[in-house]
């Protein structure tokens, strides 16, 4: 979970900013941490995009083996 609110917080530090050295991103960095502290962005595990996943599982047919290219197909009807 905290490489997503690294990613969020990230991109809301830096969206549209070009910052010149180092303790200008610090600065926003800090400024973004404080916000988000204040205020945090709500996670909802398993959401519409969790749905959407797996209803397009669901209309695959067969079952991956591992990390190959290869498919098992079902015998279960």
């Not at 990613?7 to 941490?33: C, M, N, S, W, Y």
């Amino acid at each position: 979970m905290t490489e997503s609110i690294q990613r969020i917080l990230k991109r809301r530090a830096l969206d549209g900013q070009h910052p010149q050295t180092p303790q200008q991103i610090i600065e926003r960095f800090e400024i973004v941490a404080r916000v988000w502290n204040q205020n945090p962005t709500p996670f909802e595990w398993g959401g519409k995009r969790a749905a959407r996943r797996q209803r397009a599982r669901s209309k695959r047919q067969g079952h991956r083996l591992g990390g190959s290219g290869a498919v098992a197909q079902s015998l279960v009807a």
